[in-house]
């Protein structure tokens, strides 16, 4: 029912910047928040960061903290992060996800059943 697309990966050298935008559509009504996950090469997926419809909660992994802002636009149905003083460690494809609550990207258990996904946007931070 939610539709998610993701723009801005790209190539940039360590310390650069770079700003992931996610378009969603349909039935947005059912998801009060929306984020971030990545998966590097060979790694497992982890959390990047979270924010409510409201803006009032927003939540970033210790990895990021600092570094990166999430944002939204609701009138253009639109999330975005913002990605300062990249570091090789951040190349990884970035995915855009949705969900009811926020919880559902702290919390690994509920990350894995995240209800809707975008395709992903590779960013690669070049040493």
């Known amino acids: 029912q939610v539709h998610l697309v993701e723009s801005g990966g790209g190539l940039v050298q360590a310390g650069g910047s770079l700003r992931l935008s996610c378009a969603a559509s349909?039935?947005?009504?059912?998801?009060?928040?929306m984020g971030w996950i990545r998966q590097a090469p060979g790694k497992e997926r982890e959390f990047v960061a979270a924010?409510?419809?409201?803006?009032?909660?927003?939540y970033y992994a210790d990895s990021v903290k600092g570094r990166f802002t999430i944002s939204r636009d609701n009138a253009k149905n639109t999330v975005y992060l913002q990605m300062n003083s990249l570091k090789p460690e951040d190349t990884a494809v970035y995915y855009c996800?949705?969900?009811?609550?926020?919880?559902?990207?702290?919390?690994?258990?509920?990350?894995?059943?995240?209800?809707?996904w975008g395709k992903g946007t590779l960013v690669t931070v070049s040493s």
């Open positions: 349909g039935r947005t009504f059912s998801t009060d928040a």
């Open positions: 996800a949705a969900a009811p609550s926020t919880t559902h990207f702290t919390k690994a258990t509920l990350t894995r059943s995240m209800p809707y």
């Open positions: 924010i409510s419809w409201s803006g009032s909660s927003r």
